[in-house]
């Protein structure tokens, strides 16, 4: 029977066909008896609260009070997860100071960034420090009868007090241009015992003058590596018996980078070669390789506006001068000092073949090698 039916006749509203009036009166339908309000008030229990858990809220007692939760149960894993978890922690920190300390160690210092470049290393930097390097070097290079094949003198970018700058010139074929260079640097005077710091002993040969450039190219490393206000080393080599100095080596820092950034021993053999034995020791391609543009003929030039002198660098004309007869090169060298009182373009037309002016200049070309003597 439907609740509708016992609907009393009084709360029955007439049929209204066309359906704008309820049927029943809305008062009606409510109980007859109040709902007690015990029943609002009533806790409500599910049935599948044991499988869920401690998911359903607290169950209030008579007291109001929430029953106590157990605490939920930790991983046996959690320990794992915390190790590995802290080791990788360490590990970017260990990596992440590895990394500052790289970039903090500035170059030009005991070690410049690469421990233990070399197995000796200057206890001092400015004037002591490149004499320190002169003096450690050049006894190790030496003539087949055991004797020093030449002493090493250092000098400033100067002479006689007149500040010098380095002008290379290229050769006509490769545009001619003069570059100037003017950075902090050095000149070290390879000098033997002779007449104008010539060898006094033994015979020149493309051996001895290979050894020369390798010594060249070891106090250059020597220098960058560790005198940090060192951008530029001019090397004067000696020249044969009768001649006159007319060729230098050139070296900037930017010229070596990759052998200045790892250990000397990987450019150069820890046991410097005999004149007899260069030709076969493992570092002579890569000495060969670095010296050869490396090579110049030199003459020097003042320039009275600026109040400085050039060190003027020509492309060699006998590449191998100063180790065996060189007396075409010297003659060339020593035309292009003519006009020393002019700039480098002044000197550079005395270069192009001019001997009239020889005499004058072979006395300039011998001022700076004489101080290092």
Request: negative net charge.
């Amino acid at each position: 029977m439907s609740d509708l039916e016992n609907v009393p006749q009084s709360g029955r509203h007439p049929q209204d066909p066309a359906g704008t009036q309820p049927r029943y009166d809305p008062d009606a339908l409510l109980p007859s008896e109040p709902v007690a309000d015990d029943v609002v008030d009533a806790d409500v229990v599910d049935e599948r609260e044991a499988e869920r858990g401690d998911l359903l809220p607290a169950r209030r007692g008579t007291g109001g009070a929430a029953e106590t939760v157990a605490p939920a149960r930790h991983s046996t894993y959690a320990p794992r997860f915390h190790f590995l978890t802290g080791a990788l922690v360490a590990v970017g920190l260990a990596a992440l100071a590895g990394l500052v300390a790289f970039l903090a160690i500035p170059r030009g210092g005991n070690d410049g960034g690469v421990q233990h470049w070399s197995a000796w290393t200057p206890s001092t930097g400015g004037e002591a420090g490149v004499n320190q390097i002169a003096q450690h070097i050049g006894p190790q290079y030496r003539l087949p009868d055991g004797r020093q094949i030449v002493n090493v003198g250092v000098t400033g970018l100067e002479i006689q007090g007149v500040p010098l700058a380095v002008a290379v010139r290229q050769d006509p074929a490769q545009g001619g241009s003069i570059k100037v260079f003017d950075d902090d640097g050095i000149i070290y005077h390879l000098c033997g015992l002779g007449p104008s710091c010539a060898i006094d002993s033994g015979q020149p040969s493309t051996q001895r003058g290979l050894l020369l450039r390798r010594e060249a190219l070891e106090l250059a490393l020597y220098s960058f590596r560790y005198l940090g206000s060192i951008h530029q080393v001019v090397v004067f080599m000696p020249p044969v018996k009768g001649k006159t100095p007319t060729q230098a080596l050139f070296f900037r820092e930017g010229d070596v980078a990759s052998e200045l950034d790892r250990p000397l021993t990987a450019s150069l053999s820890p046991r410097v070669p005999s004149v007899g034995t260069v030709t076969g020791s493992p570092d002579t391609p890569l000495v060969v390789k670095i010296t050869s543009p490396k090579t110049f003929d030199f003459s020097l030039t003042g320039d009275q506006t600026s109040q400085r002198g050039f060190i003027v660098l020509d492309p060699p004309t006998n590449p191998t001068a100063g180790s065996t007869s060189s007396g075409s090169s010297s003659s060339s060298s020593s035309s292009g000092s003519s006009g020393s009182s002019g700039s480098p373009g002044s000197s550079s037309s005395g270069s192009s073949g001019s001997s009239t002016t020889s005499s004058g200049s072979s006395t300039t070309s011998t001022d700076p090698l004489g101080s290092g003597g």
